[in-house]
């Protein structure tokens, strides 16, 4: 069975400092991954996903995430904090094919930005 | 531009009423999901359908009823048999035909019971 966790339910950082949100995932076959981000009060938007060719994936607002099959990683980063970053940001797994529509999703990272 | 509507945004219920929360979409989506969100728990998925007039029930559907009629409509009643209905429910599609692009979400109703 799929799962994905998520290290950190909170992370903070400093404006201008490199974010780093991790996650890791469980998957029997190659899986598809995706990093979804909510703001307050509304609902999840795609940030990025990785499906095939290219492990480092770039997303929308300057984030970026690499695909570490021999890690089953999927961390998601951005070199310099932005105080519009602040939100939730969930990762998410699925199987291919016929089960690509079952996505399995972590339980979220809030991330803070400090002025 | 093709989208999912989630209505009301905000809905508040008394005890022991049931009330429906409304999603509607224009994509041309087969498969729509329903979850509900608490703070610091994530996603639950509450149910889901992939075909029209096809339903079922995901990892907490007790207390929850929906329908699905047509393909641009899923409709939740939350009964007055869920005990703990306070929570924002985001509803969601996914394209059985092109698997690339994960769900698509609304932007949530919260409901609070009063």
């Known amino acids: 069975a799929q799962s994905v966790t998520q290290l950190g339910s909170h992370v903070s950082v400093s404006e201008g400092a490199l974010v780093l949100l991790r996650c890791n995932y469980s998957?029997?076959?190659?899986?598809?991954l995706f990093w979804y981000v909510q703001y307050p009060n509304q609902g999840l938007q795609l940030l990025l996903k990785?499906?095939?060719?290219?492990?480092l994936v770039k997303g929308i607002n300057g984030f970026e995430a690499e695909f570490k099959k021999s890690e089953t990683s999927f961390h998601l980063t951005k070199p310099s904090a932005h105080m519009s970053d602040a939100a939730e940001y969930f990762c998410?797994?699925?199987?291919?094919?016929?089960?690509?529509?079952?996505?399995?999703f972590g339980s979220g990272t809030r991330l803070s930005i400090r002025p | 531009d093709g989208g999912i509507t989630q209505s009301p945004k905000y809905l508040f219920r008394k005890e022991g009423q049931n009330v429906t929360l409304s999603c509607e979409q224009n994509?041309?989506?087969?498969?729509m999901y329903w979850y509900r969100q608490d703070p610091g728990q994530g996603l639950r998925l509450i149910y889901y359908?992939?075909?029209?007039?096809?339903?079922q029930k995901g990892d907490i559907a007790e207390g929850y009823s929906v329908s699905r009629e047509k393909k641009e409509s899923f409709p939740l009643t939350v009964t007055s048999a869920q005990k703990n209905p306070t929570a924002f429910y985001l509803c969601?599609?996914?394209?059985?035909?092109?698997?690339?692009?994960?769900?698509?979400f609304g932007s949530g109703t919260r409901l609070t019971v009063v």
């Open positions: 990785y499906t095939t060719g290219a492990t």
């Open positions: 994509l041309n989506h087969d498969a």
């Open positions: 969601a599609s996914f394209n059985l035909r092109d698997s690339l692009y994960g769900y698509t």
């Open positions: 998957s029997s076959v190659p899986p598809y």
């Open positions: 359908s992939q075909i029209v007039n096809d339903f």
């Open positions: 998410a797994v699925s199987d291919r094919g016929s089960s690509a529509s079952k996505i399995i």
